[in-house]
């Protein structure tokens, strides 16, 4: 068995360290310093792998591991969001009375929530303008958007998402009775 040779050392702050002496990588008979008579050049500490490593995965890995996991689902409703204004506005300008259209409008975003799996209460329509010549219509819809997910603590939030959109009445169309 090869034990190391160590020299101790005096270096420029006045402290002294162990260190192998150049060239030199072992000796049979030498063994390390004795514990307490000197200090080694890394210090007595250790490393700080372990903790580096906690912390990239704490706050590098996990963040980015649950926003990869969430943002298929902000995506999702956005687009539900969108999808159901639009459609609520070109019902809601084609139907014959106000009353009418709105009834035509939320069955619209109603079926939009079912066919995506939402909640019923998941979007609301607010529905603004007036169905006279040349006005237009403006729909809001409203969407719940889950914040995230953490595994092992569930749901952390919601956020709320909001699509407008605008469709015009036709100029030239008959006025609702």
């Known amino acids: ?5 160590w020299v101790l050392e005096t270096i420029r702050s006045g402290r002294e360290v162990c260190r192998r ?3 030199r990588r072992g000796a049979p008979d030498a063994g390390p310093p004795r514990p307490g008579r000197c200090r080694y050049p890394g210090g007595e500490r250790g490393s700080s792998a372990p903790l580096t490593l906690m912390l990239g995965v704490g706050f590098v ?6 926003l990869v996991l969430v943002l298929p689902t902000w995506e ?6 969108q999808d159901a204004a639009r459609s609520a506005a070109r019902a809601l300008v084609a139907a014959d009375s106000w009353g009418d ?10 079926q939009i929530a079912e066919s995506d799996g939402l909640l019923p209460g998941d979007l609301n329509a607010q529905f603004s303008g007036s169905l ?18 953490v595994p092992g603590l569930g749901p952390i939030g919601t956020l709320h998402y909001t699509a407008m959109s605008t469709a015009h009445v036709d100029s030239f169309r008959d006025s609702p009775a």
């Open 101 to 110: 259209g709105v009834a035509a409008a939320d069955g619209i975003v109603a």
């Open 21 to 23: 002496p150049p060239g």
């Open 61 to 66: 890995l996990l963040p980015v591991m649950v």
């Open 1 to 5: 068995m090869t034990a190391h040779v």
């Open 132 to 149: 006279d010549p040349g006005g237009s219509v403006t729909v809001a819809v409203t969407v719940v958007v889950p914040a995230g997910d």
């Open 76 to 81: 999702q409703r956005t687009v539900d969001a």
